[in-house]
């Protein structure tokens, strides 16, 4: 199991070792140039992970409820996991190809 400390900064969030998300894990995937899903439903405190199956870079922007996630370069074969804490409703798009979009409802 992957283990994640979150802090909250300016500009976004910071991930480190040492707490576990009791959540589930809910997975998408990145292929033709689009998501798996155009929207999703999931519960506070579970973790989407964005699972690079494409054969191109990626970059995940989760906004939304106060929340800022940038992934960075996500390679092909990368997964992303973000985690949904807040209820809400949050945009997710990738920043190098901006036809990339889904939303994400937190209950």
Known sequence: MTKYKIALGLGGVVFA???AWAGATINIDQK???FSAASL?????DVVSFNNNDSTS???LVTGNGVSLNSGLQAPGVSFKAPFLKPGMY???CGIHPKMKMTVTVK
């Open 17 to 19: 070792a040492g707490v």
């Open 32 to 34: 033709g140039l689009t």
């Open 41 to 45: 439903a999931v519960s506070k405190g």
């Open 58 to 60: 990626h970059n995940i």
């Open 91 to 93: 945009q997710v798009t």
